[in-house]
Each structure stands twice: as structure tokens, then as C-alpha cells.
């Protein structure tokens, strides 16, 4: 039986990929952040076919005990600071977690066991002042906030591990992902609770920043099924994940709001305290190279993506 190990799967893609894992048969360590009240929210259905363990990334002695102990063949690194506007307000924490992170995890594979296949969670966000449009695996960096800069700093730690220690190290370069699962202070899950809330009387309105910003979402149960694939692969290498399409979060709204028979511009206040300092430019993958060597497809659309959001909040509110 096969090993993983997922940092940060108490979050939404280590919830999905632990999934994914499990029916594939393997045997699922996961890593948690220690804290007053463990926040297994989104794995509790879980918990009785994997194991949970608390640990930290900035603690290298227990990465070195993890791989020591579970011997993993492969190890997922998800973990992150990962919600960008607190990223401005915390720029030393995200540094810590999300940058240098990556290297204590590196560090503990290259003097665990270097056979021990790995994969680093990297994001659209790096790309932010985007210089070619789409997206791939050859645009150059230009991020603009601390969480990417520093998911800059965490995929070229891993490529440099790779080629200086020959390490099966590969990165997925993954654009905005949701699901119910989200957390709600992503604009994404915002809305579909949002517009759930006012449904039922919850709320009046909803206040979002720019409707403007335009990204390339697609469902996050798809986006770890590549993240799985390219440890199959041969050999190591870099990956964009992402839908190819771009929708305005105006677009979400509209569709969002349809979906509980509303007309968004009746509840949606543009305010400015939810604008970015600097807000990154168009974002839209080009997966092609992922489509040709992974064989990975999208399953799920933009419009089936929002209504299943909408949905899902819906009925937790309504308690079924």
C-alpha cells in the first residue's frame, strides 16, 4: 500500500485529495497546524481512514520525524498562508509558511529518504502583472503581493532541489480553484453564501471590491486529480492546472444570484475597503501541456461550478 503524506488537509484541497487518495487505495497521513480548537470542518467524514497528525512547517524537527516515522512515497505540500489579502497584513508570517516552508519540508526529504516523490502546491498568484497573455509554464513572474512573492520564492526552491539533488520534485502551477468547500473569505464562497443568506432572509446585501477582476476558476476536485498525475509521471516537471476560460466576478454574481431566482445588482455593494493594494492583471491559464502529457480535462464548468457553490450553501443553511 502506497504512503501520501498531505500538508495542510484540513484544508479545501487536502480535503479532496485525500479523498481521491483513499479510493485509490492508499494509506493517507495528514499534517494540522496545533490549536486550541482543530478545525476538521472539512475532513470529519474522513477521519476514521486516515491519519491526522499535528505538525508545523515552521518546525523542521517534526517534518524530519513525519517522513522518518509514516516513510511516505509521496508527499503533497499544501500548506500555506494562503488567503492573499491577509498577506499584506501578515508579509513576515507568509514568508515563513508559505516561502520558506517549502524548503524545511525539501530539506527533510533530501535527508529522510530522496526517493520520496514530492509535490509543491504553487499558484496563478506568481504571474500577477501578467507579461504574456495566456499563461504557461515558460510566462515569467511578476507577482503582486507578499503570498506571491512567496509562492515565487516556494516553486523555485523546488526546482531548484530538483536539479541540484535529483530530487522527483514537480510543481503545479494551479489558477483559482472552489468549491462548497472554500473558505468564506474567498470572494468565490463569499457570494454563494452571500447569495444564500439573502435568499432566506439571512442578509440584505452582499459588499464585494472590484467586479471587474477577472479569473481563471475551475473546481478544486478536478485540480487534485492533475496534482496525483504528475507524481505518476517518468520524470519530474512544472505544470499549469487551469480551465483556459476567463469570467469577471461579476459574471459569478450574475449567475450566483440566477440560480436563487435574484437579480444581483438589487443586493451587491462595490465597496472599497475590499480592494486590493495592488490588484493582479488578466489571469487565464493555457493547460495545453497538461492536457497533452497528463491527459488531464476540466469535468466541471463555470456555470455547473457556481450553481454547485450556490447550492450547497443553500441547503447548510436551510440545515439539510
Known amino acids: 500500500m502506497p504512503t501520501a503524506l498531505i500538508t495542510g488537509i484540513t484544508g479545501?484541497?487536502?480535503?479532496y485529495l485525500a479523498e481521491l487518495l483513499l479510493s485509490k487505495g492508499y494509506r493517507v497521513?495528514?499534517?494540522?497546524?496545533?490549536?486550541?480548537?482543530?478545525?476538521?470542518?472539512?475532513?470529519?467524514?474522513?477521519?476514521?481512514?486516515?491519519?491526522v497528525v499535528q505538525g508545523d512547517l515552521h518546525d523542521q524537527g517534526s517534518l524530519l520525524s513525519f517522513?522518518?516515522?509514516?516513510?511516505?512515497?509521496?508527499?503533497?505540500?499544501?500548506?500555506?498562508?494562503?488567503?492573499?489579502?491577509?498577506?499584506?497584513?501578515?508579509?513576515?508570517?507568509?514568508?515563513e509558511i508559505t516561502a520558506l516552508g517549502v524548503t524545511r519540508m525539501l530539506e527533510a526529504i533530501r535527508f529522510i529518504n530522496p526517493k520520496i516523490r514530492f509535490y509543491q502546491a504553487s499558484s496563478s498568484e506568481m504571474y500577477g502583472k501578467v507579461l504574456?497573455?495566456?499563461?504557461?509554464?515558460?510566462?515569467?513572474?511578476?507577482?503582486?503581493?507578499?503570498?506571491?512573492?512567496?509562492?515565487?520564492?516556494?516553486?523555485?526552491?523546488?526546482?531548484?532541489?530538483?536539479?541540484?539533488?535529483?530530487?522527483?520534485?514537480?510543481?503545479?502551477?494551479?489558477?483559482?480553484?472552489?468549491?462548497?468547500?472554500?473558505g468564506v473569505e474567498f470572494v468565490t464562497r463569499k457570494i454563494?453564501?452571500?447569495?444564500?443568506?439573502?435568499?432566506?432572509?439571512?442578509?440584505?446585501?452582499?459588499?464585494?471590491?472590484?467586479?471587474?477582476?477577472?479569473?481563471?476558476?475551475?473546481?478544486?476536485?478536478d485540480y487534485v486529480e492533475a496534482m496525483?498525475?504528475?507524481?505518476?509521471?517518468?520524470e519530474p516537471d512544472n505544470f499549469v492546472i487551469g480551465t483556459g476560460e476567463t469570467h469577471s466576478v461579476r459574471e459569478?454574481?450574475?449567475?450566483?444570484?440566477?440560480?436563487?431566482?435574484?437579480?444581483?445588482?438589487?443586493?451587491?455593494?462595490?465597496?472599497?475597503?475590499?480592494?486590493?493594494?495592488?490588484e493582479v492583471d488578466l489571469l487565464i491559464s493555457d493547460p495545453s501541456k497538461a492536457r497533452s502529457i497528463l491527459g488531464w480535462e476540466p469535468s466541471i464548468s463555470f456555470k455547473e461550478l457556481v450553481t454547485m457553490m450556490v447550492d450547497a450553501d443553500l441547503a447548510r443553511l436551510n440545515g439539510k
Open 192 to 221: 454563494s453564501d452571500g447569495v444564500a443568506r439573502i435568499k432566506l432572509g439571512l442578509s440584505k446585501e452582499l459588499r464585494l471590491g472590484n467586479l471587474e477582476s477577472q479569473r481563471d476558476w475551475g473546481f478544486a476536485g
Open 29 to 51: 497521513i495528514g499534517v494540522a497546524r496545533r490549536s486550541s480548537t482543530m478545525t476538521y470542518e472539512r475532513i470529519n467524514h474522513l477521519l476514521d481512514d486516515i491519519t
Open 67 to 95: 517522513l522518518e516515522e509514516y516513510k511516505p512515497t509521496e508527499v503533497y505540500n499544501l500548506a500555506a498562508q494562503s488567503f492573499v489579502p491577509t498577506s499584506w497584513n501578515q508579509p513576515a508570517l507568509t514568508g
Open 228 to 234: 496525483w498525475r504528475m507524481l505518476q509521471l517518468d
Open 252 to 278: 459569478f454574481c450574475e449567475i450566483a444570484f440566477e440560480r436563487a431566482d435574484l437579480d444581483y445588482k438589487d443586493y451587491v455593494v462595490q465597496d472599497e475597503r475590499f480592494y486590493r493594494p495592488a
Open 12 to 15: 479545501q484541497d487536502g480535503s
Open 132 to 182: 504574456e497573455v495566456p499563461q504557461s509554464e515558460t510566462t515569467p513572474f511578476y507577482p503582486r503581493s507578499p503570498y506571491g512573492v512567496a509562492k515565487v520564492y516556494g516553486h523555485w526552491i523546488t526546482v531548484n532541489y530538483r536539479e541540484s539533488y535529483d530530487l522527483f520534485a514537480v510543481s503545479g502551477i494551479l489558477f483559482n480553484h472552489e468549491s462548497p468547500r472554500r
